[in-house]
């Protein structure tokens, strides 16, 4: 990744709320060989089991959803407001209909380890997965959020995952 800086997560200048919620990020999982990426604007960062951590939900439904569930990593790229479209497009065509790389222009690269991200991002949070279970409706304590956000009962699955790596450009 020689575009990028790697930095420690107490280093991180920017805003998680913005970075997640507001610009949101692709996930991207595989291999070079086989990886699908999605747009995702829930999720957060934090500590957890006293490591850097990415908290990711995907619904079982995305075909992103079975690259999480058979790799050990994945990435949360970041990109400047110049990606919006790409972004949107990630986050509204699946990739078993579209060639998402051709259809955006982003390029995708790789890790020393070989896992997979854009080149184009301003920000690269490497992922391990740690945990991973389905949402359940017996525990929201707030239903409400059943009844808004789940019609279909297509429960995210929540992935704790430890960041292992966070690369930025200057
Ligand atoms: C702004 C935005 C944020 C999204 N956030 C999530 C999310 O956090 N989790 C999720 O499962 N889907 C999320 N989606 C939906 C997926 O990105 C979308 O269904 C995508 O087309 C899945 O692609 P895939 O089938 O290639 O995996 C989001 C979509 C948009 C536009």
Redesign the pocket.
Known sequence: MEKFKKISAEELAENPFKLIGTD?AL?TSGSKESF????????GVGIMWGKPSAF????P???????MEKNEYYTMSFFDEKYRKA??F?????????D?VKETGLTPAFTEDGIPYFEEAKLVLVCKKAYSQFLTEDSFEDKANVSKWYEQKDF?KMYISEIKEIHVKD
Do not use: P
Not at 36 to 43: E, F, H, I, L, R
Not at 56 to 59: G, N, V
Not at 61 to 67: A, G, K, L, S, V
């Open positions: 949101w996930v699908n990426t999605m747009t995702v604007s829930w999720g990711t939900f995907i619904r439904q995305r075909y992103t959803f079975d690259f972004l949107q990630c986050g509204s065509k699946s990739g078993r209909d579209y998402k995210h």
